[in-house]
């Protein structure tokens, strides 16, 4: 079973709209941090935006006032609302969190997971 599973990325015009989803699944005893990074053909992943367990949340230079990161705990999902798209947003997304799992017998140390990512492309 895939710890996250991303959805939601696609094809947009600059100046358009996308919603990223990214759904953890599971025996999830909690989740702490859950965020979103983005790499680019020839560059380094790089942190896009990352949200606490308590909702503060924290982003890149080049996305704020752009994007909108946000969870639902009750359905261990995260989001990632990006507006006013532009060419250098064009990357393969991944979601991240840290998972702590339960089992019949006890409660996992938590971990770090990555989900498979999904390509963004802006471009007219």
């Known amino acids: 079973q895939v710890p996250l599973v991303e959805s939601g990325g696609g094809l947009v015009q600059p100046g358009g709209s996308l919603r990223l989803s990214c759904k953890a699944s599971?025996?999830?005893?909690?989740?702490?941090?859950m965020g979103w990074y983005r790499q680019a053909p020839g560059k380094q992943r790089e942190l896009v935006a990352a949200?606490?367990?308590?909702?503060?949340?924290n982003y890149a230079d080049s996305v704020k006032a752009r994007f909108t990161i946000s969870r639902d705990d009750a359905i261990d999902t995260v989001y990632l609302q990006m507006n006013r798209l532009k060419p250098e947003d064009t990357a393969v997304y991944y979601c991240?969190?840290?998972?702590?799992?339960?089992?019949?017998?006890?409660?996992?140390?938590?971990?770090?997971?990555w989900g498979q990512g999904t390509q963004v492309t802006v471009s007219s």
């Open positions: 599971g025996s999830i005893f909690r989740i702490e941090d």
């Open positions: 991240n969190a840290e998972i702590q799992y339960y089992t019949d017998y006890s409660i996992q140390p938590a971990h770090d997971y």
């Open positions: 949200i606490t367990r308590g909702g503060s949340a």
